[in-house]
Each structure stands twice: as C-alpha cells, then as structure tokens.
C-alpha cells in the first residue's frame, strides 16, 4: 500500500503522464459507444456474450478436455503448466531444442503475467516485441501500461525520444513516420526469427481452434513466418464453439478498440499442412493455470469470464487520473483490481480494491457483464478480514457501527461531533480543516458542520403540518425510453458488404469477370509494380488471370517457403510490392475477407506486400461473421491450417491513439468485386 | 383516490448534515400525495461498513435496517440513490449466504424506491412550475448506474423548469465515501476535473439525488472560492431554498 501510494502520488504530479492520459482520454472513451450502436440489438449481443463465458468457466474442465484433445487431433503440440515459473521453462526448453535464439512475439498479456521476456533473456535467448506499443515499452524498459494500449502513458514527444535514443531515428512527432521506423526495425527481426510466440484471444473448445484478434498484422507475421510457433494461454480463455466464437469477436473488437471487427482475425487450426506454401511447421500451446483455477472456487470467480478487453480501463475514472503503472501490477484498473490480489494473494494486492469509487462505469462498460463493483467490494472484504486496512478505518468503522447501532446512540454522537466541531476552523459555515484521517478531504474541500438540530428532530413538525393528504390517481406514466438511432442493416449484401469495407478502409473495385484481368493490370501500372506475390490455386478462372498477368509482363512470385533452413527466400518475398490473392467468402457486417491457408494459398501474398489486391465474387458474400463461421467457416477449418478475416488495412493506433494505416500489414487492400455473370 | 402510504428512510446524512433537504423531501412527498412515515429507530444503512469490507459490522447494521423497515410493510423511500442501491444490491449481496436474511433482505429491497424513481415511476407525479433557472445536472453514479434510475429525475427537473435542464458528462465527482479519505489526492484530481466542467457550464446551481456528491462538490466549489452552490432534486421541486442548507 506504501508503495502503492507513492506510485500515485509520482503519477498525478507527472505532468507529461497526466499530458498522455488526458490526449488519449477522448479517443479511449469514444471508442466504445458508436461501435456497439452499430449491432441491431447491443444489448442482447452483450447478454449472449456474458452467458457464453460464464457457461465456460462453470463447465472449464470439460471444455478444457475437448480442447486439449482437438488441439492433439489439430497436430498442435499442447503443454500444461502449473505456475509462471512452469510456463517459462516449458518455453525456454521448447526454444532451446529447436536451437531458436532469436524470437519474435506478438503482444500477449500472459507472457506478460509470467514474465517471459527476462526468462528468456536470461536464457540468452533473443525476443522482439512486435506490437508497436510493446515495442515502444520494451525499448523503454517498461512493463505495458495498459491491456490493449501497452504506450497509453506517453506522448508522442515521448515515443519520438524513445526511438530518437533507440533506433537512432531523427527526431520527429509525425505518428506516421515513427510508425514507418518501427515497422523497418521489426521487418528484419521477423525475417530472422526462428520463432515466434504469441497470446491467444479464444481457444475454442470443439474444434481446437486458436483465434488471434489483432490489427497491426505482426501476430499473423509472428504466427506464420517463423518454423515454430508457440502459442501460450491462460486456461480459462475458451468459448465451447465457433457459432459462441463469433459473438465474441462481435463484442471482443467494439469493446476493446471500437472497431466492428479488428483488421486480422486469425484461425488457427493446426501447423502448415502437407501443401501448404507456408506457416509454421510446428505449433505449440502453453496453457497456463498460473492460480485461474483455484479462483473459481473463490468469491472472485466472476473475473475468470474476463475477456482483457481493457474497456473497463477506458471508463475508469481513477485510472484516467493515475495510469497504469501505477497499480504496480500488470493488470491494472478494475479488472486488475480484481484480479491481480484473486491470483495472487489479498496481501500482496488487496489494497488496489480501495483505489474506486465503486462507480460502476467499469461494470456499464465491461461487454461480458463482469459485475466490478461487487468484486471490488469481496476484495475488500477479504481484506478487512485480513485486519489490512490502517488503523484509523478500523478503529473508525467499529466506532460508526457501534453510533448507528440504535438511534438513541446515534442521537448522542450526534450531539457529541456536533461539539467537537465547534472547534474547527470555518469559513461560510463550512469547516476549513479536519485532523487526521479527515484532513486529506480538507486538503482541498471545505467539509460541512453537523445541522442542529438533525432531521430527527424536525420530523414532528413536519408530519403535524403536513395537509391532509390530497390522494393521487396512480396512472402508469413512465419516462418513453429513448428510441435508438435505427440500425438496421439494409440494403443487398453486395451493397451492404461495400459500404463496411470501405468504412474499415478498404478500396473497391467493381467489375466483370471479363474486365478483372484489366483493372488488376490497371491498379498495378499505377503503382508501377513490375512483380506480383500471388496465390497460385486453380479454379474461377484464376489460372487464365495469372497467364494474362504474365503476358502482360508482369513477373509472378507464388511463395514457396523451404520447411527447413534458408530464410533467404523469405527476403525476397518481402521486396515485391503487391500481393494478389483471392478471397474464398466477403462478410458483409463488417466488409471483411476470408483467406484460407492451403495449397497455392499463400499467406504472405496477403501478409508482406504493402499493397493487397483481393478479388471476390458477388456470389460469396455472405451476411455476417455468424452465419458464416459456425457453417461454410467450419468447413475450411476443418480441412485448413489457417483461416484469415482481413478488415481493411493493417493499423495500429499504439502512438496517442492516432489512427495509422500500414504497420507490419499492407497499408492499402483493393477489393476487386467481381460481378454475378448475368 | 388512492393515498399512497411510504415511509421515509432519511439517510444519516441528510439526518446529520442537510437536514434542509429532509424538510425538502416531506414536503414535496406530502404534495405529491403520499401519506409519509417516519421510522424513529432508523440511522444508517451501513454502507460506510459494507465499502470499507467490515460485512460483520455491516451484517449487523443491515439486519438492524430492516428490522426497522418490517415495521409496516409500506414502500420505503430514500432520498439518495446510493443507500437505495445499499438497501436494493448491497443488502442481498451481505447476505447471499444466508438465505433467511437474504429472503427479508430480497423483500424489502423490492419495495425500497430511490425519491424520484417513486415520484415518477410509482406515482406518476408532475411537479409544478418552479422559477429555478441556472441549473446543471449531475447524475449521481449509484443512481444512473447502481439503480438505473437516470431518465426520472432529468423528467421531473425538465417539467419543473419548464425545458431540459443541461447535465454534466456522467462522471464520478471522486467522492466515494472513506475513498476521499484514504485516496484524497486521486479523489481531489477527479474532483478537479469536475470543477472545470461545473465551471464551463456557466451553471449557479448543481442539482444531484445525492448528498454525499453534493458534500464533496460543494466543499470543492466553497475551497476554489466558486460561488456556484449544489442543491438537492427535492429543493429544486419544493421551490424553496436556493443551497443545500
């Protein structure tokens, strides 16, 4: 608690902290409503999100075993570990037998928890931290600040020193070149990288499939360049099916960053497969218990359904005051207030739960019903309990227990305080200073006198004037709630898929069939691209578009990469401009693509280009995430290693949440809408 | 004609403090037709114990309240939205392993109504013209959030006024009971910013449901030296007074 009180005291005095907090505190705050408004019905989805989770924490063993054994079925290697320590070691000797010495990782708060990076390190083991924010703060040495905006603390003056020091970048505010230095920077370490570890944002049960939601594009790099992947989870992060995934991605991406749907959402479903052009030959996940199970068997169990969103960080008025670090523990503002002393221990962290006005805007904002104020409030408890909190409360709340304890007392302490506050200082009526513990309100608020007489004492005469009582007519008249703006979807799914892509950023193109080989060859000639990286698969005449491609001298590269050794080829790739791939389905809720991995299906056609051209037919949109994921998307999972949802461009707003395009991913993705034949 | 008989659950606040807004209370209840009661044994909810995690203490209290508020089995009306949402959430979560207490608790959480939630949405009630200009709103958080209780008391003040009456963004002041205290510089910081919005509003007078966020603003605008003054809802309503006390 000490310590915890100095870390605020540093944070509100730190102007250039308070600077961050502030710029960032409209854009954090607004993320939330208008992308929730966008679902026809927010509240149900919310409803329906809240019953998936707690029907998996409540039923986790046997999803656990449905997953674990799909994940053997998927040729996913899986591993358990008990504690922090256990995870680390099962890591580093995974690293240490595949001779890796260099790893990149995608952000993941778990590895994080488990401070993998010094594990790591002191392994002699190279890591790379690939989301802009986690790069910013590992060059800074500083543990993330937030759970989804890890550099939510700094300002872009702070960032330009950061990579001024570091990356020996000149001096500049612009968020778009830094964003520029820091994906040169980190394109080399992912071309190098013998192996790439990530988080994980859904396991889910029935078909062993680990979903990423991410939107810079470094997770996909992180997930599909490197010949290992090592996926690490906590095992409470699972939803028993696809058709429950996909309500969660609905609510996970709004909540989380504002965006109907995150640029990359990632399923994967096993290691690259026979055929497959690329991806990681082996895929591995940790799961990591780390005390998550022993928490549902506490008052705090509720917390297992935590999405680490972060929303509830968004809307919380005492961490827009002092940040995250604050909270001296990587989970910080509500949720971690919550979590961090239910995993580990009320003695080491139960003095966070004090640090709240038990407002509730954590629990209005929290999209899987979380109820924070109660569990702050058991936190509390427990620590009370403990006999934790300082002397002057308890001595204090035993005092006011045994004044309220009859009214007759309570009169008589009343007139006792009212004594004693005749002695304060006072200026209007209202006391200027109060002893300890009372002089931190003083400190900048004046503090009302006692009334005499009270309320008590005035009631007699209240109810002998009172006029005889007029009667009412009881009618039912209550406020007409508000009616939401309408949100139905309307319009053709064709329509309907256009206007979201290109609200997410996307650029389309409509055409025949005839005319795409022309205004593919057209969209190249104006960037000037000379090279193409492109999927090679047969079908919907994609084999006579390359053959045009080619005769108009356009030089095709379809990626192959080696199983084993040489990464040279990999550099290569990277050099070509222009990725060209063909979307197998649209999603018309969000506008998004839908990649699979598989033979001639290259994922770095979609992945190291910063241009990507995707060619979609009319007849494969399809209305929403739901319909098509539990069905037609099961399909593909079931015979592929991976299946992309692109949503526009890669981005990352890490730097003061100012929206940039263009991180690790393609910075321009052109829709090719090719037309029903009539 | 029916007369709605309820009985008055005052909090110890207002009984001890601003005993102003009390007076305020009966006398618009009264107006509104309810045939009001006054509980003597009745002090504090004890939700000061419950949020600093003394539950034995305020166990203890919480079954002292309803034993007092099972003398006549009559709506029961708090003038503050925070100790109705003690009274509606925090008694049955006290007591959610003791199934007893928590049927009593259940029970008379289900006839707890915070003072304009009853007005509007039990009695239908519109109060009368009143000259009150100047106003900003402040939605207490245990009213808007803890109750839901948001639309009734901006309905009761827009027909008072005769036009909406503006609000401050929904915003905890930073009061948070034994929080002021024990946290007092990150309370004072949220407190700040609160200031600034009742500052820019161009406001004289801030209206809440609450007098625990009333104290804390008005101690902050009387310490800045502002000569904005808070008000309860029920003084807006009764015409009278123009500070809480």
Same mark, same amino acid.
């Given at each position: 608690?000490?310590?915890?009180?100095?870390?605020?005291?540093?944070?509100?005095?730190?102007?250039?902290?308070?600077?961050?907090?502030?710029?960032?505190?409209?854009?954090?705050?607004?993320?939330?409503?208008?992308?929730?408004?966008?679902?026809?019905?927010?509240?149900?989805?919310?409803?329906?999100?809240?019953?998936?989770?707690?029907?998996?924490?409540?039923?986790?063993?046997?999803?656990?075993?449905?997953?674990?054994?799909?994940?053997?079925?998927?040729?996913?290697?899986?591993?358990?570990?008990?504690?922090?320590?256990?995870?680390?070691?099962?890591?580093?000797?995974?690293?240490?037998?595949?001779?890796?010495?260099?790893?990149?990782?995608?952000?993941?708060?778990?590895?994080?928890?488990?401070?993998?990076?010094?594990?790591?390190?002191?392994?002699?083991?190279?890591?790379?931290?690939?989301?802009?924010?986690?790069?910013?703060?590992?060059?800074?040495?500083?543990?993330?600040?937030?759970? /989804?905006?890890?550099?939510?603390?700094?300002?872009?003056?702070?960032?330009?020193?950061?990579?001024?020091?570091?990356?020996?970048?000149?001096?500049?505010?612009?968020?778009?070149?830094?964003?520029?230095?820091?994906?040169?920077?980190?394109?080399?370490? =992912?071309?190098?990288?013998?192996?790439? &570890?990530?988080?994980?944002?859904?396991?889910?049960?029935?078909?062993?499939?680990?979903?990423?939601?991410?939107?810079?594009?470094?997770?996909?790099?992180?997930?599909?360049?490197?010949?290992?992947?090592?996926?690490?989870?906590?095992?409470?992060?699972?939803?028993?099916?696809?058709? $429950?995934?996909?309500?969660?991605?609905?609510?996970?991406?709004?909540?989380?960053?504002?965006?109907?749907?995150?640029?990359?959402?990632?399923?994967?479903?096993?290691?690259?497969?026979?055929?497959?052009?690329?991806?990681?030959?082996?895929?591995?996940?940790?799961?990591?218990?780390?005390?998550?199970?022993?928490?549902? $068997?506490?008052?705090?169990?509720?917390?297992?359904?935590?999405?680490?969103?972060?929303?509830?960080?968004?809307?919380?008025?005492?961490?827009?005051?002092?940040?995250?670090?604050?909270?001296?523990? @990587?989970?910080? !503002?509500?949720?971690?207030?919550?979590?961090?002393?239910?995993?580990?221990?009320?003695?080491?962290?139960?003095?966070?739960?004090?640090?709240?006005?038990?407002?509730?805007?954590?629990?209005?904002?929290?999209?899987? !019903?979380?109820?924070?104020?109660?569990?702050?409030?058991?936190?509390?408890?427990?620590?009370?309990?403990?006999?934790?909190?300082?002397?002057?409360?308890?001595?204090?709340?035993?005092?006011?227990?045994?004044?309220?304890?009859?009214?007759?007392?309570?009169?008589?302490?009343?007139?006792?305080?009212?004594?004693?506050?005749?002695?304060?200082?006072?200026?209007?009526?209202?006391?200027?200073?109060?002893?300890?513990?009372?002089?931190?309100? /003083?400190?900048?608020?004046?503090?009302?006198?006692?009334?005499?007489?009270?309320?008590?004492?005035?009631? +007699?005469?209240?109810?002998?004037?009172? $006029?005889?009582?007029?009667?009412?007519?009881?009618?039912?008249?209550?406020?007409?709630?508000?009616?939401?703006?309408?949100?139905?979807?309307?319009?053709?799914?064709?329509?309907?898929?256009? +206007?979201?892509?290109?609200?997410?950023?996307?650029?389309? #193109?409509?055409?025949?069939?005839?005319?795409?080989? $022309?205004?593919i060859i057209g969209a190249l000639g104006e960037v000037g691209a000379q090279d193409l990286l492109t999927w090679k698969s047969?079908?919907?005449?994609?084999?006579?578009?390359?053959?045009?491609?080619?005769?108009?001298?356009?030089?095709?590269?379809?990626?192959?990469?080696?199983?084993?050794?040489?990464?040279?080829?990999?550099?290569?790739?990277?050099?070509?401009?222009?990725?060209? /791939?063909?979307?197998?389905?649209?999603?018309?809720?969000?506008?998004?693509?839908?990649?699979?991995?598989?033979?001639?299906?290259?994922?770095?056609?979609?992945?190291?280009?910063?241009?990507?051209?995707?060619?979609?037919?009319? +007849?494969?949109?399809?209305?929403?995430?739901?319909?098509?994921?539990?069905?037609?998307?099961?399909?593909?999972?079931?015979?592929?290693?991976?299946?992309?949802?692109?949503?526009?461009?890669?981005?990352?707003?890490? @730097?003061?949440?100012?929206?940039?395009?263009?991180?690790?991913?393609?910075?321009?993705?052109? #829709?090719?809408?090719?037309?029903?034949?009539? | 004609?029916?007369?709605?008989?309820?009985?008055?659950?005052?909090?110890?606040? &207002?009984?001890?403090?601003?005993?102003? #807004?009390?007076?305020?209370?009966?006398?618009?209840?009264?107006?509104?037709?309810?045939?009001?009661?006054?509980?003597?044994?009745?002090?504090?909810?004890?939700?000061?114990?419950?949020?600093?995690?003394?539950?034995?203490?305020?166990?203890?209290?919480?079954?002292? /309240?309803?034993?007092?508020?099972?003398?006549?089995?009559?709506?029961?009306?708090?003038?503050?939205?925070?100790?109705?949402?003690? &009274?509606?959430?925090?008694?049955?979560?006290?007591?959610?392993?003791?199934?007893?207490?928590?049927?009593?608790?259940?029970?008379?959480?289900?006839?707890? =109504?915070?003072?304009?939630?009853?007005?509007?949405?039990?009695?239908?009630?519109?109060?009368?013209?009143?000259?009150?200009?100047?106003?900003?709103?402040?939605?207490?958080?245990?009213?808007?959030? !803890?109750?839901?209780?948001?639309?009734?008391?901006?309905?009761?003040?827009?027909?008072?006024?005769?036009?909406?009456?503006?609000?401050?963004?929904?915003?905890?002041?930073?009061?948070?009971?034994? =929080?002021?205290?024990?946290?007092?510089?990150?309370?004072?910081?949220?407190?700040?910013?609160?200031?600034?919005?009742?500052?820019?509003?161009?406001?004289?007078?801030?209206?809440?449901?609450?007098?625990?966020?009333?104290?804390?603003?008005?101690?902050?605008?009387?310490?800045?030296?502002?000569?904005?003054?808070?008000?309860?809802?029920?003084?807006?309503?009764?015409?009278?007074?123009?500070?809480?006390?």
């Open positions: 608690m000490t310590a915890f009180r100095a870390h605020v005291r540093r944070a509100l005095a730190d102007p250039a902290l308070q600077q961050a907090l502030d710029r960032n505190a409209e854009r954090r705050r607004a993320a939330w409503g208008p992308a929730f408004a966008s679902l026809t019905d927010a509240a149900a989805v919310r409803r329906r999100a809240t019953e998936i989770r707690r029907r998996t924490i409540d039923e986790l063993d046997p999803q656990l075993q449905a997953f674990i054994q799909q994940l053997g079925t998927n040729g996913v290697v899986v591993h358990r570990a008990a504690t922090a320590s256990d995870a680390c070691r099962i890591i580093v000797e995974l690293l240490r037998d595949h001779g890796a010495q260099r790893v990149v990782k995608a952000k993941s708060m778990v590895t994080e928890e488990i401070t993998l990076n010094r594990a790591l390190t002191a392994a002699g083991i190279e890591v790379v931290e690939s989301d802009l924010g986690e790069f910013i703060v590992q060059l800074r040495g500083e543990p993330p600040a937030h759970i /989804t905006a890890p550099a939510i603390h700094l300002r872009r003056e702070d960032v330009a020193r950061t990579f001024e020091a570091h990356l020996g970048m000149t001096y500049t505010t612009e968020v778009e070149a830094m964003t520029a230095a820091a994906r040169r920077a980190l394109r080399s370490k =992912f071309l190098e990288a013998q192996a790439g &570890i990530s988080g994980v944002n859904f396991g889910v049960a029935e078909t062993g499939t680990l979903c990423l939601v991410t939107n810079e594009g470094n997770g996909r790099m992180v997930t599909t360049l490197p010949r290992l992947h090592i996926a690490v989870m906590g095992v409470e992060r699972l939803v028993p099916t696809l058709a $429950d995934l996909s309500v969660m991605l609905d609510v996970l991406s709004r909540a989380g960053t504002g965006q109907q749907r995150t640029s990359y959402v990632t399923l994967l479903q096993g290691p690259r497969a026979e055929g497959d052009p690329d991806g990681p030959s082996e895929r591995h996940v940790v799961l990591v218990d780390n005390g998550r199970l022993a928490l549902r $068997d506490s008052p705090l169990a509720e917390s297992l359904a935590c999405i680490r969103c972060g929303a509830c960080l968004n809307a919380c008025p005492v961490y827009q005051e002092i940040g995250g670090h604050a909270y001296g523990s @990587i989970y910080p !503002g509500p949720i971690g207030s919550v979590v961090s002393p239910g995993l580990w221990g009320t003695a080491a962290f139960g003095h966070l739960a004090t640090a709240s006005t038990l407002c509730g805007a954590c629990r209005d904002a929290c999209p899987v !019903g979380i109820d924070l104020p109660t569990l702050l409030l058991r936190v509390r408890a427990e620590r009370a309990a403990d006999r934790r909190p300082p002397a002057w409360l308890r001595s204090g709340m035993r005092l006011l227990a045994f004044a309220i304890g009859s009214s007759g007392r309570f009169r008589a302490g009343l007139r006792a305080a009212g004594a004693a506050s005749l002695l304060t200082p006072k200026r209007d009526g209202w006391i200027r200073r109060l002893p300890p513990p009372l002089s931190g309100w /003083t400190g900048t608020r004046d503090f009302p006198p006692l009334a005499r007489p009270p309320f008590r004492d005035r009631w +007699s005469d209240l109810a002998a004037k009172a $006029d005889a009582p007029e009667g009412i007519s009881l009618r039912a008249r209550r406020p007409s709630p508000e009616t939401p703006p309408s949100t139905t979807a309307h319009g053709s799914p064709r329509e309907r898929f256009t +206007s979201a892509a290109r609200e997410a950023g996307c650029e389309i #193109v409509e055409c025949t069939s005839a005319g795409l080989p $022309d205004e047969e079908g919907r005449g994609w084999g006579s578009l390359l053959r045009r491609l080619e005769g108009d001298g356009i030089r095709l590269l379809t990626p192959a990469l080696p199983r084993q050794g040489d990464r040279a080829t990999l550099a290569g790739y990277a050099a070509v401009p222009v990725g060209l /791939t063909g979307a197998v389905a649209g999603l018309a809720d969000a506008g998004t693509l839908v990649l699979p991995a598989g033979p001639g299906r290259s994922q770095l056609a979609s992945l190291l280009p910063p241009i990507h051209l995707a060619v979609l037919h009319e +007849s494969e949109i399809y209305d929403s995430l739901e319909s098509w994921l539990p069905n037609d998307g099961l399909r593909w999972l079931s015979t592929q290693s991976a299946v992309v949802l692109i949503t526009g461009p890669s981005r990352t707003a890490d @730097i003061e949440m100012t929206l940039t395009v263009g991180v690790h991913g393609p910075r321009r993705v052109v #829709v090719f809408l090719v037309e029903r034949d009539r | 004609m029916i007369v709605m008989r309820a009985d008055l659950f005052v909090t110890c606040l &207002i009984d001890a403090f601003f005993p102003e #807004v009390g007076e305020s209370v009966v006398r618009v209840l009264q107006r509104a037709g309810v045939d009001l009661g006054f509980p003597a044994g009745q002090t504090c909810c004890g939700q000061p114990l419950f949020n600093t995690g003394y539950r034995d203490l305020a166990r203890a209290q919480a079954r002292r /309240t309803l034993a007092v508020l099972e003398e006549r089995r009559i709506p029961v009306i708090v003038p503050s939205g925070s100790c109705a949402s003690m &009274i509606r959430h925090g008694y049955p979560e006290l007591f959610r392993e003791a199934p007893e207490d928590l049927a009593r608790a259940k029970e008379v959480a289900g006839r707890t =109504f915070e003072f304009s939630e009853f007005l509007v949405e039990v009695l239908g009630w519109e109060p009368p013209r009143c000259p009150a200009t100047g106003l900003v709103y402040h939605a207490s958080c245990h009213l808007q959030r !803890g109750l839901g209780v948001d639309a009734a008391p901006r309905l009761l003040l827009e027909q008072c006024c005769g036009a909406p009456v503006p609000a401050l963004d929904s915003e905890c002041c930073g009061f948070g009971g034994a =929080f002021a205290a024990e946290h007092a510089d990150i309370s004072s910081a949220m407190l700040a910013r609160r200031l600034e919005q009742i500052q820019a509003s161009g406001a004289g007078r801030v209206v809440a449901n609450d007098v625990g966020c009333l104290m804390h603003l008005e101690g902050g605008l009387r310490r800045a030296g502002s000569s904005v003054r808070c008000l309860h809802l029920a003084q807006v309503l009764d015409g009278r007074g123009d500070r809480l006390r």
